[in-house]
């Protein structure tokens, strides 16, 4: 079945470090991808998209390309701050008949020390 | 409404007891979600209504669990029996349907605790 695989955390970081979060899915059909964030104490918040190959998605310093050819949409941004402390979800819907259900990876936590 | 608006925001039980979480989607949006998010664990999707069709009840953990969409909007997810394992916050998000991208838009959820 239609699945997301992202790498574990904790991640920690210093202020400014460059950060990549691994993200891999397996799914039929041509999914659309997804980034979401969960501030501490918040819900869960959309970060940024990608709806077909090659594209990317780029949201408050963070981008995320689309690469069908090693179905991955790995998340990127190259300086981080000490507000981008959260948990960080991959995610992917199907674009096939009758299922569109958004499947989410298990997070990845990310520390940022000043 | 503006949100995803759901209730209670926390919820204390003793174990073998039902509960309701309540969930109002964003006026408009056909599709509504709901997940459980465990301490230290990722969204395990319980549960999707889109429209009129059938839910896709795939992810219910057992038989305990079930929920209903009355009119299309307002969704109810009710545990019978509660156990400890069912401790968890239970996140209900909704988004405008088949013919988009599908971003979620999610609600802050309901912390279930079973004593």
């Not at chain 2, 979480?21 to 459980?36: E, M, N, Q, V």
Request: with cysteine; aromatic share 10%; glycine share 12%.
């Amino acid at each position: 079945g239609d699945s997301v695989t992202q790498m574990e955390g904790p991640v920690t970081l210093s202020e400014e470090a460059f950060l990549t979060i691994n993200c891999t899915y397996t799914a039929t059909g041509y999914p659309s991808l997804f980034w979401y964030v969960q501030y501490p104490g918040e819900g869960l918040q959309l970060l940024l998209k990608a709806t077909k190959a090659d594209d990317k998605g780029s949201n408050k310093g963070f981008e995320a390309t689309y690469r069908k050819e090693t179905t991955s949409f790995h998340l990127e941004k190259g300086s981080v701050q000490v507000s981008d402390s959260a948990v960080y979800f991959c995610a992917l819907r199907p674009i096939i008949t009758g299922g569109f259900k958004t499947i989410f990876g298990a997070g990845t936590r990310l520390f940022v020390k000043a | 409404g503006a949100g995803v608006s759901q209730s209670p925001s926390n919820k204390v039980t003793e174990k073998g007891k039902d509960v309701e979480l309540r969930c109002d989607p964003i006026s408009g949006h056909t599709a509504l979600y709901w997940y459980r998010q465990s301490l230290g664990q990722g969204l395990e999707f319980l549960i999707y209504f889109q429209g009129n069709s059938a839910p896709d009840k795939s992810g219910l953990p057992s038989d305990r669990f079930s929920a209903e969409r009355t009119g299309g909007s307002v969704s109810t997810l009710t545990i019978q029996r509660t156990q400890q394992e069912d401790s968890a916050v239970y996140l209900c998000a909704s988004s405008s349907g088949l013919a988009t991208t599908g971003e979620l838009f999610f609600g802050e959820g309901s912390r279930l605790t079973v004593l």
